[in-house]
């Protein structure tokens, strides 16, 4: 039974057995506005779907699989405030169950002890979709087999366990926060709590750009509005942040 209240995302939630993908389901059937909120759930996805064309695999019941419709104001249809708020969101409801801290990788990891514990995929059509993969129960022999070295699930980092419905109630509900903050003005709040999770500034970067141009250098600021890179004897600035593929710290 669904119970929680939320103001802007979660006053419908589906759930599904399985689906091919919650982000093509909602995509097709989620244009109107009226659907501005709504979240889809599927225990499994057949043809579940990750960024750069990737496919996103898991074991049936395995991982919160959720796709949220949003029609947000023209101000915050970017793709960085929309990946930031809900890359906040979901590492917030990870600290609340888990107690540990989550980390963000650029553009849309979410990260616990260097493993990726959660992909977020943004499409942008007639509605936007929110979709996101967080891991809950594989095992670590499970990401082995699967060659998946570098994952890691909530089961993994902490004792308590994450079941998909509880799961989803803690990440709707931050996700409902996050946004809310948005509508109401406040994105230099979220966008605080992104370069905090990002944790880059002032350190030795390297970043791809989309036109495949390598720069490094030390951060000197990050924002919704760009990037500074401090080259030494003069700096660059990156306008807008959706030019960079890759940003990574450099060992
Ligand atoms: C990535 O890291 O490549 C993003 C992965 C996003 C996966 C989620 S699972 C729910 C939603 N439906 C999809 O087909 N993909 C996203």
Redesign the pocket.
Known sequence: MWSEKTCHIGRRVEFHEQ????????AACCSHPDSAGMVVI?NH?V??????G?V?Q?RPGS?????VVLHPPPELRRPVILTAFAAVAVAEAIRELTGVQARLKWP??LLVRGK?V????IETGAAT?V????NLSQTAEEFEQAGLTEATSLSLVSAETSDIPNTARVVIRWLDDEYGRLLAGEQVAVEADWKWRLGLLGRPVELELLDGSIVTGRLREIGFDGLEVDLGRQSIRVIPPELVRQLRACT
């Open positions: 689906l091919e993908s919650t982000n093509s389901w909602t599927a996805q043809a579940g779907r990750g960024q750069y990737r996103w898991s991982s919160l699989l959720m796709s849309n990891d990726k959660c992909g977020i995929l979709v979709g996101i993969g967080l």
